[in-house]
Nanobody
Framework: QVPLVESGGGSVQLGGSLSLSCTTS????????MGWYRQRPGNQRESVAV???????NYANSVKDRFTISRDNAKNTIYLQMNRVNHEDTAVYYC?????????WGQGTQVTVSS
C-alpha cells in the first residue's frame, strides 16, 4: 500500500498562485510515474505534471510554463507550484504513483479559481 495525502488546495484568485503537496510514508525514490492529475467538472481525469524516466517532468500543454512539479526525496513529498492560474485550472487535483505495477491515488484536493 502507498498512502498518498494531498494538501494545499483551496480557493485562489484568477492570475494568482497556489502550491499543492503530496506526502507518503513510502520512499518516493521507489515509486514510478509519480505526479499530479486533475479532474475538471464534466471532464475525465487528465495528467497535469508527472515525473517520467530519469525523473524528468512531463507537463500538459495547458500548464506548461505556469506549473512546476518538484520533489523532496528526504521528505517523501512532491509539490505542484501553480502560477498564473485561470478558470480552466479549477479541478480536483490528485496525486498518483506506481509501485510494483499498481497505481495508487490520493483522495484529491479541490482547487477553485475565482474572479
Amino acid at each position: 500500500q502507498v498512502p498518498l495525502v494531498e494538501s494545499g488546495g483551496g480557493s485562489v484568485q484568477l492570475g494568482g498562485s497556489l502550491s499543492l503537496s503530496c506526502t507518503t510514508s513510502v520512499s518516493i525514490s521507489s515509486l514510478y510515474d509519480m505526479g499530479w492529475y486533475r479532474q475538471r467538472p464534466g471532464n475525465q481525469r487528465e495528467s497535469v505534471a508527472v515525473f517520467g524516466s530519469a525523473d524528468i517532468p512531463n507537463y500538459a500543454n495547458s500548464v506548461k510554463d505556469r506549473f512546476t512539479i518538484s520533489r523532496d526525496n528526504a521528505k517523501n513529498t512532491i509539490y505542484l507550484q501553480m502560477n498564473r492560474v485561470n478558470h480552466e485550472d479549477t479541478a480536483v487535483y490528485y496525486c498518483k504513483a506506481r509501485y510494483f505495477g499498481t497505481d495508487y491515488w490520493g483522495q484529491g484536493t479541490q482547487v477553485t479559481v475565482s474572479s
